[in-house]
């Protein structure tokens, strides 16, 4: 799957929290803190940068699809 090069930090944490489940814990400097205790606790960090790196990017969505067990393609759709 090929991911979108122009996502920014605000729109994939805005993303996590409306449909999988995150809320804002805190925001330090220009990175995002968002934390779940859904199905167990995970907290990741997410740069406030537009767009993200595209490493990043696919970091974040490998951590969450993890945790969440489900695939990257239905995180990148509920952008």
Same mark, same amino acid.
């Given at each position: 799957?090929? $991911?979108?090069?122009?996502?920014? %930090?605000? +729109?994939?944490?805005?993303? $996590?929290?409306?449909?999988? %489940?995150? +809320?804002?814990?805190? !925001?330090? %400097?220009?990175?995002?803190?968002? !934390?779940?205790?859904? #199905?167990?606790?995970?907290?990741?960090?997410?740069?406030?940068?537009? #767009?993200?790196?595209? %490493?990043?990017?696919?970091?974040?969505?490998?951590?969450?699809? +993890?945790?969440?067990?489900?695939?990257?393609? !239905?995180?990148? +759709?509920? $952008?």
């Amino acid at each position: 799957m090929k $991911l979108s090069r122009n996502v920014s %930090g605000d +729109a994939l944490a805005r993303a $996590l929290r409306k449909h999988w %489940g995150y +809320a804002k814990v805190h !925001q330090v %400097g220009s990175h995002i803190i968002l !934390q779940t205790e859904v #199905p167990s606790s995970h907290r990741i960090s997410i740069p406030a940068h537009s #767009p993200l790196r595209i %490493g990043t990017f696919n970091a974040i969505l490998r951590s969450v699809a +993890a945790h969440k067990a489900i695939s990257r393609e !239905q995180i990148v +759709a509920s $952008l």
